[in-house]
């Protein structure tokens, strides 16, 4: 690959300073935190374009290493050792020169901080064109570590569907523009059902993200989905773990 890990042994750190917040995934089956998605925010808790928009090609790099880092290092603090939640990173595909040797970092930074590789979930948008071989490559070797794997914003992205041909990953997060308002609306309704009869078939567990609502919850709930994120059970916490509202409180009102 041209240029293979010049972010590497350049070793170019991303300027502008950041931090992290949390927000849950529920396992609304056990009334239980599943993970928690880390997820870029500016020192004073400034939304996440503020630091996006300062992500460039000479910059990249670091920046995904460095998002890496932030978020290991917070949950290991924040974190119960005792409990088995997972912790959900984002990554950039086009920040991953080679993935056993970007992955280093990462892999130093659990062992320094104690936290077990084995709760770490490794997930990415397919915000832009991506080469397929190179993703495929990358979700494999994450696999054959240990890390789980996960497709955020499915129905959204570029390669979709096709990538499921070649990679079934742990978890395929729905775009939250099909979770908006199905309750409402017959085609997402129809559309969610089909897509999770399909992901089941091939043995991978969907996430709904974006669920705002009760009468949302409870249509996902009706459709088999145990796994909800969203502001129906908590916003993120700046550099902390946001409390979800009750699974049980919630289901009460949903049923």
């Known amino acids: 690959m041209p240029n293979q890990c010049s972010g590497c042994r350049d070793g170019e750190a991303f300027e502008l300073p950041f931090s992290m917040a949390f927000q849950p995934i529920v396992d609304v089956n056990s009334g239980t ?47 119960d050792p005792n409990d088995n939640v997972k912790l959900s990173i984002n990554f950039m595909p086009n920040a991953v020169y080679e993935p056993r040797a ?4 990462t892999l130093a930074t659990a062992m320094k901080t104690g936290f077990p590789v084995d709760r770490i979930i490794f997930e990415f948008t397919e915000s832009e064109q991506l080469d397929t071989k190179h993703v495929l490559n990358i979700l494999r070797t994450y696999r054959d570590m240990g890390f789980k794997t996960a497709i955020d914003d499915f129905g959204a992205g570029y390669a979709g569907l096709a990538l499921l041909t070649h990679f079934q990953p742990d978890i395929v997060k729905l775009d939250m523009e099909m979770i908006r308002g199905i309750d409402i609306d017959r085609v997402k309704r129809t559309i969610v059902k089909h897509t999770l009869g399909m992901l089941e078939e091939l043995s991978i567990v969907p996430l709904c993200e974006g669920v705002e609502t009760v009468e949302e919850l409870k249509v996902l709930r009706d459709l088999g989905v145990s796994l909800i994120q969203g502001y129906v059970f908590a916003k993120p916490r700046f550099e902390g773990l946001a409390v979800p509202t009750k699974t049980q409180d919630l289901l009460a009102k949903a049923a």
Do not use: M, P, T, W
């Not at 004073?44 to 460039?56: C, M, R, T």
């Not at 970007?102 to 970092?105: D, F, K």
């Open 33 to 79: 935190i599943f993970a928690h998605e880390a997820l870029v925010r500016g020192l004073a808790g400034e939304g996440a374009g503020s630091i996006l928009n300062q992500v460039k090609d000479d910059n990249r790099y670091a920046f995904d290493q460095q998002c890496r880092v932030k978020a290991i290092e917070l949950a290991s603090k924040l974190y």
């Open 102 to 105: 970007c992955i280093r970092l």
